[in-house]
């Protein structure tokens, strides 16, 4: 079972949903494919490997198109297709994280994957949604290890349920706060005028720096100043963060949740460093976005009742980043360097004792 930061003891405000989990939200799935070999000096093209990709499908096993806005906080990154989701509000297939130089075999795949399914939507083109952070420190980068098959196998095993994370998919080499980060994910209930709603949020976490980071307003990160990488890092590093909600949002209203996200980040220590690529999406599956009709018919919250959807962006983005946090486990990845998994038994006194 993946280890989640509650798992510590630690009380994080908010109601998550059953997997405390993106999965949380009715329809969305999530696969990872790993790739994990070799040892020692790395040698371009052979290894070693520490890296993978992560696939979210935001409404199985259909792929209707769902409304959808995104945002950067800094834009040292890439997150594909966001300017057609920008023009259209539109989403039209699934969303994929990977390393930063595997972007494009993870984007061809994409198509192949949607075209072998004849899932490539009402256009005659697909301009699939791949994002990416840093593993360069871990993984042997510039080998190109990550390949269709690989794409294929996180599509094909996304399910519900749930949600792998920590050393996994396309976190599987990336580092947060100079201890192991990853993929992480939580999920966050709301009522809204007596009618339910979840928001899910997904993170790949490769950010920060020691010092800034916090856990529930305990400075974690100036008490624990050991276990640091056995090579300087800087802040360099990136994150992406995918929102999802079954609550009936237009665009514009997405891009609002979207905007949110920093507030989240800025509770763990993020400051959005100069090479820090921090991009953000959001999708709402409320509503089938149907090309071939005349006319649609969609419901939506209107703006003044959206808060608490806020609200849950900020806390489950928050604990989204813890839960990757904990749930990642020290790795040594190329030229033997190491990086250590957060200490689970030091977190644990820290919140003792700060009374949290």
């Known amino acids: 079972m993946t280890q989640q930061i509650r798992n510590l003891g630690v009380n994080l405000p908010g109601k998550p949903g059953a997997n405390n989990a993106i999965t949380d939200v009715a329809g969305v799935s999530v696969g990872h494919h790993t790739l994990i070999s070799g040892h020692g000096q790395r040698i371009e093209g052979q290894g070693p490997v520490r890296t993978g990709v992560t696939a979210i499908i935001p409404s199985s096993p259909d792929l209707r198109s769902v409304f959808a806005a995104g945002y950067s906080l800094n834009g040292a990154g890439e997150l594909t297709g966001m300017h057609w989701i920008e023009e259209s509000g539109i989403l039209t297939g699934p969303i994929c994280i990977t390393n930063t130089h595997s972007v494009g075999a993870v984007h061809e795949a994409v198509i192949q994957w949607m075209n072998q399914r004849e899932m490539a939507s009402d256009m005659p083109f697909c301009l699939p949604?791949?994002?990416?952070?840093?593993?360069?420190?871990?993984?042997?980068?510039?080998?190109?290890?990550?390949?269709?098959?690989?794409?294929?196998?996180?599509?094909?095993?996304?399910?519900?349920?749930?949600?792998?994370?920590?050393?996994?998919?396309?976190?599987?080499?990336?580092?947060?706060?100079?201890f192991k980060g990853g993929i992480g994910s939580a999920s966050?209930?709301?009522?809204?005028?007596?009618?339910?709603?979840?928001?899910?949020?997904?993170?790949?976490?490769?950010?920060?720096?020691?010092?800034?980071?916090?856990?529930?307003?305990?400075?974690?990160?100036?008490?624990?100043?050991?276990?640091?990488?056995?090579?300087?890092?800087?802040?360099?590093?990136s994150i992406i963060v995918i929102i999802a909600s079954d609550a009936p949002l237009l665009p514009h209203q997405l891009k609002r949740l979207a905007r949110r996200v920093p507030m989240g980040m800025a509770r763990v220590g993020s400051y959005a460093g100069n090479l820090s690529g921090d991009i953000f999406i959001a999708f709402s599956t409320a509503n089938t976005v149907a090309a071939e009709s005349p006319l649609i018919d969609l419901q939506m919250l209107p703006n003044q009742q959206i808060e608490p959807l806020f609200k849950a962006t900020v806390e489950a983005t928050e604990e989204a980043i813890l839960n990757a946090l904990t749930a990642a486990e020290t790795m040594t990845g190329i030229n033997d360097t190491t990086v250590h998994q957060l200490p689970h038994d030091r977190v644990r006194d820290l919140m003792g004792k700060y009374g949290r």
């Open 129 to 178: 949604v791949v994002g990416e952070t840093y593993d360069g420190f871990l993984n042997d980068i510039n080998g190109f290890h990550v390949k269709a098959e690989h794409v294929f196998k996180a599509l094909d095993g996304a399910s519900a349920g749930k949600v792998a994370q920590g050393n996994v998919g396309g976190g599987t080499g990336m580092i947060c706060h100079q």
């Open 188 to 237: 966050r209930q709301v009522t809204i005028d007596s009618a339910d709603y979840t928001l899910g949020v997904l993170v790949q976490a490769n950010y920060g720096q020691r010092e800034s980071l916090t856990i529930n307003g305990v400075p974690v990160g100036s008490q624990i100043t050991d276990l640091m990488p056995s090579i300087g890092l800087g802040e360099k590093g």
